[in-house]
């Protein structure tokens, strides 16, 4: 079995003058993998492409990338795809080459799908506030850039397996974002999920939570979410392209609903797709 | 002519799962190159030791990386060294290994010396302001760190070779450095360099000026810089280990001295330490 694609090659070897060591110069996807088939390819491709415009790396051939991909996902019942793309090589120096000169440089990576267990789905999870912040930066917010060092920090502040995710604040105190998650909470019967115009990532799961919230006619808001919007929160859930959801149990001692009617409606919602796409 | 060094060996490709790559989760020192020797070696190492404690990283054996060093500088007449420090490999996820399993790469090359013109030494530069801003992060403040995505879009902002630095901001609109170099101004006689505490790397050759000016006996602080500040500045010159000091002749249409009295006591000193040195 391939486990790396690099450039088409199944390597795992990269020249180490590459732009994304050096700076991280680049863009990541990771994946869900089903049956075959990387899913909501098309929302990552989108996210990417926009990742590709605001870095001025030049696009990337998006049939090629899915061809790679597919080559990787042959046979694979369940498994994480990674897409790494990077300005590709240049000298020493921040200044890259020019657009017309840059050559990209392309990964593709299988890796083994997280075997989290089933009462994270169940009974939710247990979750932590991080110390670490995120910085302001509307250049970089909304993009899965590989500048990852918060939220590298921030996963090494605790070791306990029973806390499965830590929320970041930014550096006015808003809560943001898990360390590999986005979060929802309800409140007063209404979503809302902390806007990531200045810091964090949007997430394709994020995306598709509000194009449902929407279509089911639940009141949703992107906007300021503070501590104590969760400290008066009915639901809070975290969502990613690999989890889905995870209703959240518990913060720092505070507890929440995790059968709650909104989660619960979203949760649904998922599963029919799931399914119509498996028809 | 052996040109990198990855862990010892001669070679030029890393694995491409090393953490660097995937969050830029490393460190990196630029080192001047001069009569087969690395220039301020000790000042190097320290400022990479404490990034390591910074990021958690074990500490790298200096005598090992020393070296390394100098097995690549050795008959280099001039010459740049850059040496990257990761966290090594790991899995997929922003979990880092626990400390005593990290496996650090190192990477130390050399490259060649940048041919400046002599006028930006005689004649000072032209500078620009640039409109990518740094975001506040104490944690990742100071070091030099590999999470460089802003220094890179701040360097694309101008192709005009004219203009040969840009200064980056704060979110809060204060001058906190070059894209590749640290900022000293004038100001009633005193000197003055922006704190690097919420973000701005803290440059070697910006400690040396600020030990310099103290031994020289003028008056020097560490503190905000705004946009006045340089504005009403007598004086204006960049730092860093390669450029030493070069005179800021013009900013956005504003001039200042090149071959102001404070200034001039700076380069002196720097030619006497070059002097003592070769000695």
Same mark, same amino acid.
Request: net charge neutral; hydrophobic share 45%.
């Given at each position: 079995?391939? =486990?790396?694609?690099?450039?088409?090659?199944?390597?795992?070897?990269?020249?180490? $003058? +590459?732009?994304? *060591?050096?700076?991280?110069?680049?863009?990541?996807?990771?994946?869900?993998?089903?049956?075959?088939?990387?899913?909501?390819? %098309?929302?990552?491709?989108?996210?990417?492409? @926009?990742?590709?415009?605001?870095?001025?790396?030049?696009?990337? &051939? !998006?049939?090629? *990338?899915?061809?790679?991909?597919?080559?990787?996902?042959?046979?694979?019942?369940?498994?994480?795809?990674?897409?790494?793309?990077?300005?590709?090589?240049?000298? $020493?120096?921040?200044?890259?080459?020019?657009?017309?000169?840059?050559?990209?440089?392309?990964?593709? !990576? @299988?890796?083994?799908?997280?075997?989290?267990? %089933?009462?994270?789905?169940?009974?939710?999870?247990?979750? $932590?506030?991080?110390?670490?912040? *995120?910085?302001?930066?509307?250049?970089?917010?909304?993009?899965?850039?590989?500048?990852?060092? =918060?939220?590298?920090?921030?996963?090494?502040?605790? +070791? &306990?397996?029973?806390?499965?995710?830590?929320?970041?604040?930014?550096?006015?105190?808003?809560?943001?974002?898990?360390?590999?998650?986005?979060?929802?909470?309800?409140? %007063?019967?209404? *979503?809302?999920?902390?806007?990531?115009?200045?810091?964090?990532?949007?997430?394709?799961?994020?995306?598709?939570?509000?194009?449902?919230?929407?279509?089911?006619?639940?009141?949703?808001?992107?906007?300021? /979410?503070?501590?104590?919007?969760?400290?008066?929160?009915?639901?809070?859930?975290?969502?990613?392209?690999?989890?889905? /959801?995870?209703?959240?149990?518990?913060?720092?001692?505070? $507890?929440?609903?995790? %059968?709650?009617?909104?989660?619960?409606?979203?949760?649904?919602?998922?599963?029919?797709?799931?399914?119509?796409?498996?028809?």
């Amino acid at each position: 079995m391939i =486990e790396m694609l690099i450039n088409g090659s199944a390597t795992t070897t990269l020249d180490a $003058r +590459d732009r994304g *060591l050096h700076y991280g110069d680049g863009l990541f996807e990771t994946i869900a993998v089903r049956d075959g088939s990387p899913a909501r390819w %098309d929302a990552h491709m989108q996210r990417l492409a @926009l990742g590709c415009q605001r870095l001025a790396i030049p696009a990337i &051939d !998006a049939s090629l *990338l899915a061809g790679e991909a597919m080559r990787l996902c042959a046979g694979v019942e369940r498994g994480v795809l990674k897409i790494i793309i990077t300005r590709g090589g240049g000298g $020493r120096g921040y200044r890259a080459p020019a657009m017309d000169a840059v050559r990209p440089t392309r990964i593709v !990576a @299988l890796h083994s799908w997280p075997d989290y267990p %089933d009462i994270f789905w169940t009974e939710g999870v247990s979750v $932590r506030i991080c110390a670490t912040r *995120l910085g302001h930066n509307p250049l970089l917010a909304g993009i899965k850039h590989l500048n990852r060092l =918060e939220q590298v920090l921030a996963r090494s502040e605790w +070791d &306990d397996p029973g806390v499965v995710e830590g929320l970041m604040l930014d550096q006015d105190g808003n809560v943001i974002e898990g360390t590999m998650t986005n979060l929802f909470i309800v409140r %007063d019967g209404r *979503l809302r999920t902390p806007d990531v115009s200045q810091c964090g990532v949007a997430g394709v799961m994020r995306g598709w939570i509000l194009d449902a919230a929407r279509g089911l006619g639940i009141a949703c808001e992107i906007g300021a /979410v503070t501590l104590e919007d969760i400290a008066f929160a009915e639901e809070v859930f975290l969502c990613n392209c690999l989890i889905s /959801v995870w209703p959240v149990r518990e913060i720092e001692g505070k $507890r929440f609903e995790v %059968d709650g009617a909104v989660t619960r409606r979203i949760v649904s919602k998922l599963r029919y797709a799931a399914m119509s796409r498996q028809r």
